[in-house]
């Protein structure tokens, strides 16, 4: 549905995107996931045709962001990170102004304003000023004002940002919410939001992509490194050592111990090989009572930070 070819944005001598190409299919929802100054607001401002490119392409259901700017908007919506909302109107009077600007006729207009103030949780402070509200519920105005006119591509840019844990779930569930019937693009750097909430995550750093996939995609293919939790009992901290750090690939043995007590050894593993079957047999091998067995994946903020820290 959006095809991004070697798009390139300079200010002046700082290159804030470097030759992205991507392809986001209809509905998915997407994360831009990236530290602060990597370029994911410029990418979103590009897309939604604030910004033009230095270089490179942008094309949505066939239409060039350059050339068919005004109907690639119709396509979309688009919530900035600070909402730019109107602090003296009530929030129906504002959704209702955006509405007319949209062209919602009179009869669909009421319609579309009920639906989004049920999807969006916004039925308490219909009729409260926006500057009375929280920053949560003001991200809320935003959203409905973004999907109005009931876009095809809804474009977010650090949606949560600033929410305290309550706001962020209730925002993520929306989002999940529309993701079903539309196509969600959001840059954020809360891992957790990406986890939760994206189909897919995109990693840009320094203006570049680093990583694309799913979450359990890049935790496979990010390093060789993993790591192996045994719960053994009958075993002895400094056998357990001598006997598992034999193994090839096996790089540094941890103990620690679990709620009843029961040890816990993790074994730091550096290969690309699967050598479960390894360990195992060298435990099967002793007296020890293996009662839990499990591989750990790096986690993704780990592998966040090793392909977004500096060079």
């Not at 009931?150 to 305290?164: A, F, H, Y």
């Not at 993520?172 to 994206?198: Q, Y």
Request: a negative charge; one cysteine or more.
């Amino acid at each position: 549905m959006i095809e991004i070819s070697n798009l390139t944005k300079y200010y002046g001598d700082l290159c804030a995107l470097d030759q992205i190409s991507l392809t986001i299919e209809k509905g998915n929802i997407l994360g831009l996931l990236g530290p602060n100054g990597a370029g994911k607001t410029t990418a979103l401002r590009i897309l939604t045709g604030y910004l033009s490119a230095t270089e490179g392409t942008v094309t949505a259901k066939g239409l060039s962001v350059e050339k068919d700017t005004l109907e690639i908007k119709k396509l979309m919506g688009y919530l900035p990170e600070s909402a730019p909302l109107y602090q003296n109107m009530l929030v129906f009077d504002y959704l209702n102004y955006v509405a007319d600007i949209r062209g919602l006729g009179t009869e669909q207009k009421g319609e579309r304003i009920r639906e989004l103030s049920r999807i969006c949780g916004l039925d308490e402070v219909m009729h409260r000023s926006i500057h009375e509200l929280s920053k949560g519920y003001k991200q809320r105005v935003g959203l409905a004002h973004a999907m109005m006119s009931d876009p095809e591509i809804l474009v977010l840019d650090e949606p949560t940002s600033g929410l305290d844990p309550n706001q962020i779930v209730e925002i993520r569930d929306i989002i999940k919410e529309i993701g079903k019937e539309k196509t969600v693009i959001l840059s954020t750097h809360i891992l957790s939001e990406v986890e939760a909430t994206c189909d897919r995550v995109v990693i840009i750093n320094q203006g570049k992509i680093v990583a694309d996939g799913s979450t359990q995609e890049l935790k496979k293919s990010s390093t060789s490194e993993y790591s192996l939790n045994l719960v053994l009992q009958g075993a002895e901290e400094r056998e357990v050592r001598e006997k598992l750090a034999a193994v090839g690939g096996v790089t540094g043995v941890e103990k620690t111990a679990a709620d009843d007590g029961a040890p816990i050894f993790t074994l730091k593993c550096d290969t690309y090989r699967d050598i479960r079957g390894e360990i195992y047999r060298a435990v099967k091998q002793t007296d020890w009572v293996l009662l839990e067995y499990k591989q750990e994946a790096k986690s993704l903020e780990k592998i966040f930070r090793e392909l977004t820290k500096e060079n």
